[in-house]
Every structure is written in structure tokens, then in C-alpha cells.
């Protein structure tokens, strides 16, 4: 398979999860699938596959690391620009799990939801400041509490 098809497959991936979460927030199938945390899971395990592949296997730039340069070395081999894609994939799916399930927890309508689970599905912390927004205008303040 070749590195390309790879990334299409994970974007495709990620699609069904989001489209439960968008569609049919409050069913079954969206309890399991998504807030039982199966498809992070799923998506984490490709991160790990990834991580492996690079750090034992040698599928990165020799040059990657923690710097500036070593993170452009990183995304310059398309292994690591499958690994940095399936980590933001990872969370962004978690916290529009959990913009999700605090919004039914706190009876925001869900129509009121969607723009910040598009955000964070499109642009990640976007939907999050977002939703922060909304819960601030909606009087649930900025608390990260479940309760």
C-alpha cells in the first residue's frame, strides 16, 4: 500500500465516528462506537503502529526529534506525516466525543453543538474554543468539571 493510499484510508476512517457524533448524538450505536472510546483506540493503535515504525524500524528522517527542525524533519518522511495526522485525528475525535457528551449533560441543544463539532473536526481546537464560547454564553461558565 502506498503511503498515499494510507492517508486516505485514515481520513476515511475517522469519517463514520464524526458523522454518529453529528447525526445521531444520543443513539446506541454512537454510545459505543465512539464514547466507549473504540475508535480513538482504534486510531491510537495506527499512532502506535506509526510511532514503532519509526523509532525502531527507521521509517522517519534520521533528523527528527523535539526541536523546530527535528519536527520538519519528522513531517518530511510521509511515515511521519502519517504518525503527526493520526495523533491529531486521535484527539480531535476525543474532544468532540466530549463536547458531545458535556453538552447532553448540560442540555445544550444539540443544534447548538454541531458548529463546534465541525470545528473541532475541521480545525481541531477551534471547536473547542467554540464550544467554550457557547457554554460561557449558555451560563455553564468555562469549568472542565463532568459534574
Known amino acids: 500500500m502506498s503511503w498515499e493510499t494510507g492517508f486516505i484510508i485514515l481520513n476515511l476512517?475517522?469519517?463514520?465516528?464524526?458523522?454518529?457524533?453529528?447525526?445521531?448524538?444520543?443513539?446506541?450505536?454512537?454510545?459505543?462506537?465512539?464514547?466507549?472510546?473504540?475508535w480513538p483506540i482504534l486510531m491510537g493503535a495506527i499512532y502506535a503502529t506509526s510511532l514503532i515504525a519509526a523509532m525502531v524500524f527507521g521509517l522517519s528522517d534520521p533528523?527528527?526529534?523535539?526541536?523546530?527542525?527535528?519536527?520538519?524533519?519528522?513531517?518530511?518522511?510521509?511515515?511521519?506525516?502519517?504518525?503527526g495526522w493520526s495523533h491529531y485525528m486521535v484527539f480531535d475525535l476525543f474532544v468532540g466525543a466530549?463536547?458531545?457528551?458535556?453538552?447532553?449533560?448540560?442540555?445544550?441543544?444539540h443544534w447548538k453543538l454541531i458548529p463546534?463539532?465541525?470545528?473541532?473536526?475541521l480545525f481541531g481546537p477551534v471547536?473547542?474554543?467554540?464550544?467554550?464560547?457557547?457554554?460561557?454564553?449558555?451560563?455553564?461558565?468555562f469549568t472542565l468539571q463532568e459534574s
Open 13 to 38: 476512517m475517522v469519517l463514520p465516528a464524526w458523522a454518529l457524533l453529528l447525526i445521531l448524538p444520543r443513539s446506541n450505536l454512537t454510545r459505543t462506537a465512539v464514547h466507549s472510546m473504540l
Open 63 to 83: 533528523d527528527a526529534g523535539f526541536t523546530l527542525s527535528g519536527v520538519q524533519a519528522l513531517f518530511s518522511h510521509p511515515n511521519g506525516v502519517i504518525l
Open 98 to 109: 466530549w463536547i458531545a457528551r458535556d453538552g447532553q449533560r448540560r442540555a445544550i441543544a
Open 116 to 121: 463546534c463539532l465541525l470545528g473541532a473536526f
Open 127 to 141: 471547536g473547542l474554543l467554540l464550544y467554550a464560547i457557547l457554554r460561557w454564553l449558555s451560563g455553564h461558565g
